[in-house]
């Protein structure tokens, strides 16, 4: 995993909202928090820690910070599905704003 291959990733999540909500309607950002969430980018912790070893994780980790970081009883892995996750939310947020998705 490199950030070139997030990104890639990122698009295609984008891509693939923006034909849902032009077909069926609906919100994006809620349409990206559902792919983003399911994503085994982010559901399997070897995935997870892969990108928190390779990317850049910086927006990932603001997230993770905003969400109120480290709750009781945190783990190594809780932390890095939690950054991935926000990390590749944020670059398929920043996909869906240049292709001006709107719902």
């Known amino acids: 995993m ?8 990122a698009k295609s999540y984008a891509e693939d ?8 309607g609906g919100e994006p950002r809620d349409l990206a ?11 399997y912790y070897s995935k997870a820690h892969d990108i ?5 994780t910086e927006l990932g ?4 910070e ?9 783990t190594y892995n809780s932390i890095a599905t939690h950054i991935a996750f926000g990390e590749l939310l944020s670059r398929v947020e920043s996909e ?3 292709l001006n998705v709107e719902g």
């Open 96 to 98: 869906l704003n240049k």
């Open 33 to 43: 928090y559902e792919y983003v969430d399911g994503s085994e980018h982010v559901i």
């Open 17 to 24: 909202i923006a034909a849902e909500v032009k077909e069926h």
């Open 61 to 64: 980790e603001d997230f993770f």
């Open 52 to 56: 928190c070893q390779h990317c850049n």
């Open 2 to 9: 490199n950030d070139y291959e997030l990104d890639q990733i």
């Open 66 to 74: 905003e969400m109120g970081g480290p709750g009781k009883g945190a």
